[in-house]
């Protein structure tokens, strides 16, 4: 079953619309939330993922689609077939450029498009039962396979994050360091011209007012 669905912002990970009644059902579900958050927040800093790609967590799977400026993602339990998965996030990314894809730029809260939870809700219930005449004729349907996928587990994505973090923390400290090793640099300069222009200026004082 279709257990989460939110749709954020590539370029800054701004969540633009989730689904209001998910994750009822989901034990820890802030966890996984916090998850899909981190996920979004690694698209964010340019790190170049599949525009369609599977990720294990624990009992579930987060399937996302990244589409021009926006990435959208569904977790579904481990049996949920991934065709389903991807259609149903197909479904949800062509209303929501048809509706809202030139105010995506512009958005400037989280949850912006919040409205867009309706046809959410309508759509998942249309993909909840495997079972129905529809969605086996889905399942069939040979057209859209998804064989190529990727499936990576959530940690070794999220691991590529927190290395890309440690990067940027290391780069940061020593450009802070660098830019204060300059600053002593020229203190130091500057004590050494003082020096010299006060040594200066006394020998010639002393040689001005020097007895013969």
Known sequence: ????????????????????????????ADFYKQQVKALFKNLSRGQNEPSRMSIETGPYIFHHIIEGRVCYLTMCDRAYPKKLAFQYLEDLKNEFERVYGNQIETAARPYAF????????????????????????????????????????VQEVLGVGE?????????????SE????????????RQAYNQLWHLVLALLYNSKFRVP
């Open 1 to 28: 079953m279709v257990k989460l669905t939110m749709i954020a912002r590539v370029i800054d990970g701004l969540p633009l619309v989730e689904g209001l009644d998910d994750s009822r059902d989901v034990p820890d």
């Open 114 to 153: 919040i409205k867009f939870d309706t046809f959410i809700q309508k759509t998942k219930k249309l993909y909840q039962d495997t079972r129905t005449q529809r969605n086996i004729a889905k399942l069939n349907d040979e057209l859209y396979e998804v064989h190529q996928i990727m499936t990576r587990n």
């Open 163 to 175: 290395k890309l973090d440690q990067v940027s923390q290391m780069s940061s400290r020593l450009t």
């Open 178 to 189: 660098s830019r204060i090793y300059a600053e002593k640099a020229k203190d130091l300069n």
